[in-house]
């Protein structure tokens, strides 16, 4: 029997704007035992009081499937896109990182921001922090780097996905 594939599926849930639906769209993850990768939640429609929910998760098709039949269910939600499946999406994620050093780890960091287009938006003598946008594997490389440079905190805010094109959510 061959094994399925675990794959990493990008979600975009539109929800309306009150209180408790955030626990129940986590709840039924956690109830079914599905890890969530990344989540950010923001309101997108002040006039409707709507929401977007943005949840970046991993399983086989069927549990993928699953995951976004269960939440078309939900009352609150008004409609669920895994845009990894239907098209070009665009998906970024912000980081800080902060990194102390000096001397040559000091320079080294700056050199490898500059690479990364990462922004020095605090410094001191003994540390910087950096602000990287992008894909999380690009945060995910320039954090690696970092680490033997004196890499002190990272913050992150998970990923914000939008389908490319003229359709709306």
Do not use: C, W
Not at 24 to 53: M, P
Not at 60 to 68: A, G, L, V, Y
């Amino acid at each position: 029997m061959q094994k399925e594939e675990i794959v990493r599926h990008t979600f975009s849930v539109l929800v309306n704007n009150e209180a408790g639906v955030l626990a129940r769209v986590i709840g039924l993850f956690s109830g079914r035992g599905y890890n969530i990768d990344s989540l950010t939640v923001a309101e997108v429609d002040v006039h409707e009081k709507l929401s977007r929910i943005t949840i970046v998760t991993s399983g086989t098709p069927m549990i993928i499937e699953q995951i976004k039949a269960q939440l078309g269910r939900l009352v609150p939600v008004h409609k669920v896109r895994d845009l990894t499946v239907e098209g070009p999406h665009v998906s970024r994620e912000l980081a800080l990182v902060k990194v102390v050093g000096s001397g040559e780890k000091r320079v080294e960091s700056l050199r490898i921001a500059d690479i990364f287009r990462a922004r020095v938006v605090d410094s001191t003598n003994e540390s910087f922090v950096f602000e990287i946008v992008g894909a999380t594997e690009k945060l995910d490389a320039f954090i690696n780097l970092m680490e033997p440079l004196g890499l002190a905190d990272v913050s992150r805010t998970g990923v914000a996905a939008i389908a490319r094109g003229p359709k709306p959510l």
